[in-house]
């Protein structure tokens, strides 16, 4: 698994290109960990190239998340495929979240 990464801005961007399952779900949830702690509480996630998300992975974006608010940021998503919003519905964590259509989209929303 990849994760393709850019700035805009204050903004960090973080594109993961596979499935967030078992130990890529592992890697994924650290490395957005470690960029939730860096200087910048903004962090956006495109799934657009995340076909499916398991419990680890959903644990991850979580801690993900409340790391950021704690800080006074959020975690925001773009791109979210039907069937990983569905396991956000259905799991009933999408209100943790702020979905997103496009990057620019959720960049320009931490205006």
Do not use: W
């Amino acid at each position: 698994m990849k994760i393709d990464h850019q700035t805009y801005g204050t903004v960090d961007v973080c594109m993961p290109t596979a499935a967030l399952v078992d130990e890529d779900a592992e890697r994924a949830s650290a490395h957005l960990l470690a960029r939730a702690e860096g200087a910048n509480p903004r962090l956006v996630v495109g799934m657009e190239e995340v076909p499916y998300v398991d419990s680890t992975a959903l644990e991850g974006l979580l801690t993900v998340a409340e790391a950021l608010q704690s800080r006074g940021g959020r975690l925001k998503l773009v791109g979210v495929t039907a069937t990983c919003r569905e396991v956000f519905e259905i799991t009933g964590l999408s209100h943790h979240f702020q979905f997103f259509e496009t990057v620019e989209d959720a960049v320009r929303s931490f205006l």
